[in-house]
């Protein structure tokens, strides 16, 4: 199970690492954690072969070809959960969807007709966001997310035999190469621009691409069935599907940087009457003499701002921006809907997995337990039930701690059922 939980007294979060978590991350890398934050992660490619991760079916469990088959055929999909890419481009979605027929009218509905006709003649398919539409990869995707404390998507890409989909790219996020099937020739040059931002994506600086995609690779290697490449962003790679068919699985992880710090820095900075001042009447605004006193002034009194920022505040900016990208474990309304209507001081409950949540003491007594999309405030004599349940463990509702009697255990539990903080669990499941 994956939860977030709270360091007392204080009542910042932190990720918990469970067992689950340890185990993808374990999947994707053939060194040990601590080896792999401290030499790889954000800094060099890593190369993992099969024979060094701990599963020897490789990555089929996630996802396979028959799986991938069953995606593009039975499961009602549609743009832009399929991309398709041909000689470095992609193909406009309207030669590969088209409405479902009676009472699926919708018209960006994939054509499986459409999609093999496309693949035949050497095109690449990309399966994208696994992350919420496979279930394996649901599960996956939570754990790894948890481990890395980062919040990420699942694709899968499909090529046929001797094609490559894309041109020598860089990604502006770190990715896992999962290799599921077939073998997949990589080639991987050093960046040329270092940890690039979203808002940098290579097309910008294709010639650069280009010409050192010509030199000599840092690293030239064949995906084998069951490997798994980890790749920092920003490094130049490109990759073609040898003597047959290839699926693997990118991993994309959206790297939280300082400069996401400094974007919510200027955005509080709004608060400051120095910096929301106008510009002298009648600045010639293309006359670097004229500007130069303006910008003077301005950097100080950012400088003078910045000396009083508020932790605190930033923190709050910061999290509302990072934790609604990853979404918890998903619940069964109806079974949830259930277990409301037959809850009983018997029943066992547990927080829901992957929720990130902070409990912190509130005004006037009573105490806050902020998620991501929503703020609970409750009294504060629900803080040490409230603590109990939090900590992932599974939980009788007639054991909370803090509580008077049963009436309130249930209508506290009650609650947390409803906003999905806790699920129904099973005796002796965690």
């Given amino acids: 199970m994956s939860t977030t939980h709270v360091d007392p007294p204080g009542g910042h979060s932190r990720p918990a690492v469970p067992f689950s978590a340890t185990e993808a991350l374990a999947r994707c890398v053939a060194v040990e954690p601590a080896k792999f934050a401290a030499d790889h992660w954000g800094r060099s490619p890593l190369l993992s072969r099969a024979a060094e991760l701990p599963n020897p079916d490789g990555f089929t469990d996630l996802l396979s070809p028959a799986g991938a088959d069953e995606l593009l055929s039975r499961r009602g999909l549609r743009t832009p959960f399929l991309r398709v890419a041909k000689d470095g481009q992609l193909v406009p979605a309207a030669r590969f969807t088209g409405g479902g027929g009676a009472g699926a009218e919708i018209g960006d509905q994939v054509l499986d007709e459409k999609v093999l006709a496309l693949y035949a003649d050497g095109a690449t398919l990309v399966l994208q966001g696994l992350h919420r539409t496979w279930p394996a990869l649901v599960d996956f995707a939570r754990d790894l997310g948890t481990a890395l404390a ?149 950097v100080e009194a950012l400088r003078d701002w910045l000396l009083r920022a508020d932790p605190a505040a930033v923190a709050d900016r910061l999290r509302a921006r990072v934790w609604p990208a990853s979404r918890p474990a998903p619940i069964r309304p109806l079974a949830q809907a259930e277990a409301l209507a037959r809850l009983t001081p018997d029943s066992e409950v547990a927080v829901r997995g992957g929720l990130r949540w902070q409990l912190t003491p509130g005004a006037g007594g009573r105490v806050t337990l902020r998620v991501p999309d929503r703020t609970l405030t409750l009294p504060g004599t629900c803080e040490a039930a409230l603590r109990a349940l939090l900590t992932g463990e599974v939980t009788r509702v007639g054991d909370l701690p803090g509580l008077d009697d049963d009436a309130d255990r249930l209508t506290l539990t009650r609650r947390l059922l409803k906003e999905a903080v806790l699920t129904p669990a099973r005796p002796g499941r965690s």
């Fill in 150 to 298: 980062q919040p990420l998507q699942v694709n899968a890409y499909l090529t046929p035999a001797g094609s490559q989909g894309f041109a020598t790219h860089y990604d502006t996020h770190d990715v896992f190469v999962l290799q599921v099937d077939g073998r997949k020739h990589w080639r991987i040059h050093p960046p040329v621009l270092v940890d690039p931002l979203e808002r940098q994506p290579w097309g910008g600086r294709a010639d650069e691409v280009s010409a050192t995609a010509d030199g000599r690779p840092a690293l030239d290697v064949v995906l084998e069935p069951g490997d798994a490449l980890y790749l920092p962003r920003g490094w130049l790679h490109s990759a073609q599907a040898q003597e047959s068919s290839s699926l693997h699985l990118t991993v994309g992880i959206r790297a939280l940087t300082r400069y996401a710090v400094v974007e919510e820095l200027l955005a509080l900075a709004a608060e400051d009457a120095r910096l929301r001042a106008s510009l002298p009447f009648g600045l010639d605004l293309a006359d670097p003499d004229a500007i130069e006193p303006e910008l003077t002034e301005t």
